[in-house]
T-cell receptor
Framework: NAGVTQTPKFRVLKTGQSMTLLCAQDMNHEYMYWYRQDPGMGLRLIHYSVGEGTTAKGEVPDGYNVSRLKKQNFLLGLESAAPSQTSVYFC???????????????FGPGTRLLVL | AQSVTQLDSHVSVSEGTPVLLRCNYSSSYSPSLFWYVQHPNKGLQLLLKYTSAATLVKGINGFEAEFKKSETSFHLTKPSAHMSDAAEYFCVVSFVNDYKLSFGAGTTVTVRA
């Protein structure tokens, strides 16, 4: 049981390049999330998914796209990278129960992205 | 709108002394509250969570937190700090049927020998 995994761990991009970050979970969770972490700002939600084939915008979605073609995978894409997207990206998943809200989110180890 | 405020961006303590990390939330509804810890260059790990059961919540590694509705607070404490407690701590809030978490800005804990 690997939990939540992310690839790659680190990447350097030039402005304008594109890339896709992959998140995979083996816990059969319905809900998956992409966050970015910047100094002094905590984690901010980029996009999330409440099930296979669904996606929704979070707090800071501009410049990112996502896809959830399989329940276990959640992809985050940058079509044209900008220096402002230099950050650490975390994926998370949870088995959210309707009517609850107290379920634990499990986080991946993070991807460090540097955009030059 | 829901929000969470961590009152200290940095806390420095001596090893063996108590640790207090302060967190306040704003909401019209009953929240679920969490504390997560992040060690350098690592992911986030759940320390503890409050889910409307006991107001005093015990977590891992000797941490505990008390939910005070009248003060809209969820402060994290540990009686005796250890060097391994040096990390960043996040107070997090979620609400029924919202599916999302809101994070505080984080508190960096430094432990002096």
């Amino acid at each position: 049981n690997a939990g939540v995994t992310q690839t790659p761990k680190f990447r350097v991009l030039k402005t304008g390049q594109s890339m896709t970050l992959l998140c995979a979970q083996d816990m059969n969770h319905e809900y998956m999330y992409w966050y970015r972490q910047d100094p002094g700002m905590g984690l901010r939600l980029i996009h999330y998914s409440v099930g296979e084939g669904t996606t929704a915008k979070g707090e800071v979605p501009d410049g990112y796209n996502v896809s959830r073609l399989k329940k276990q995978n959640f992809l985050l894409g940058l079509e044209s990278a900008a220096p402002s997207q230099t950050s650490v990206y975390f994926c998370a998943s949870t088995s959210w129960e309707v009517g609850q809200g107290s379920e634990t989110q499990y986080f991946g180890p993070g991807t460090r992205l540097l955009v030059l | 709108a829901q929000s969470v405020t961590q009152l200290d961006s940095h806390v420095s303590v001596s090893e063996g002394t108590p640790v207090l990390l302060r967190c306040n939330y704003s909401s019209s509804y009953s929240p679920s509250l969490f504390w997560y810890v992040q060690h350098p260059n690592k992911g986030l790990q759940l320390l503890l969570k409050y889910t409307s059961a006991a107001t005093l919540v015990k977590g891992i590694n000797g941490f505990e937190a008390e939910f005070k509705k009248s003060e809209t607070s969820f402060h994290l404490t540990k009686p005796s700090a250890h060097m391994s407690d040096a990390a960043e701590y996040f107070c997090v809030v979620s609400f029924v049927n919202d599916y999302k978490l809101s994070f505080g800005a984080g508190t960096t804990v430094t432990v002096r020998a």
